[in-house]
């Protein structure tokens, strides 16, 4: 249901079965505010790029001018895997800070998974399973633009929340880039309150390593179909620090730029 039209009823009965704990609400709502408060200040862009199957905006965030070095973050593609109100509005804020020749672009992809507290959309379809036929409004929106920018998009990074441990999640070229990240994330002494990558993973059976013929419609197989190179990053649901966590993550990507020219 969109922002504009909540009952109050569906978030005061938890007994309700459309119940809605209001954290949730009030994080999306907070998002938006903060996105509307650094776009004021001009440290970030905001662009509607498209809207969800309840018609929530699918804000872009751009920080830095446009050119042929961007960087794309997509966040949020299971909705139940923001765990904190902060873990949210941390994002947007650490990339308001950065300073470098970069373009960064960063996007909520699930606002209505979000609010419901659920991995799916509001239809129940897994956006992060969706990079292929692209049947939910939101992969189509991602879609759109990154077809469009692909030229200038040199890396793509797709944050999601783990419950047990962080890891790294790779395909093909996106190899060197979670090596890259993962040496940055170490060097930054971010091995707490558990080590966050022990390994660098592959999940060959989820991501069709096993048998390249088969896809499973992820964002980061959609990315490196096109040519770019992507890292899935599961980031644990107790990090500490996620502005410092998402500032060595793209410490890391920079770095694997940087030595690829």
């Known amino acids: 249901m969109p922002l504009a039209t909540f009952e109050m009823s569906a978030l005061e009965n938890p007994s ?11 994080t999306l709502i907070g998002y938006y505010l903060l996105i509307k ?13 498209g809207t969800s199957v309840e018609n929530n905006p699918l804000i872009l965030l751009r920080k830095g001018p446009k050119n042929n070095k961007s960087i794309f973050i997509e966040f949020g593609c299971h909705g139940n895997e923001i765990y904190r109100v902060r873990e949210l509005l941390s994002f947007p804020e650490t990339l308001s800070k950065i300073k470098d020749t970069y373009t960064y672009y960063f996007i909520l992809t699930n606002p209505d998974g979000l609010i419901l507290n659920t991995r799916e959309n509001a239809r129940g379809k ?3 399973r969706d990079f292929i036929k692209f049947t939910t409004p939101e992969a ?11 030229k200038n998009i040199k890396a ?3 944050i999601h929340g783990a419950r047990l441990g962080s890891k790294l999640i790779h395909m093909g070229k ?3 880039l979670a090596k890259s990240i993962k040496r940055a994330l170490r060097s930054a002494e971010l091995d707490y309150p558990h080590p966050y990558m022990n390994e660098i993973e592959e999940e060959p059976g989820i991501f069709g390593m096993i048998n390249p013929n088969k896809k499973f419609g992820t964002f980061s197989e959609y990315a490196e179909s ?5 890292c899935a990053v599961e980031m644990h649901k107790d990090a500490i620090d996620k502005h410092l966590f ?7 990507t920079k770095k694997y730029l940087e030595n690829k020219k």
């Open 16 to 26: 309700d079965p459309i119940f809605i704990p209001m954290e949730r609400v009030n």
């Open 37 to 49: 408060k650094l776009t004021i200040a001009h440290k970030l862009h905001a662009e509607e790029i």
């Open 126 to 128: 897994d956006i992060n």
């Open 140 to 150: 189509r929106a991602l879609n759109k633009f990154i077809t469009a920018n692909k």
């Open 226 to 230: 096109l040519g770019i190179p992507s």
């Open 246 to 252: 998402l500032m060595e993550m793209l410490v890391g």
């Open 174 to 176: 996106g190899h060197k």
């Open 156 to 158: 793509t990074l797709s």
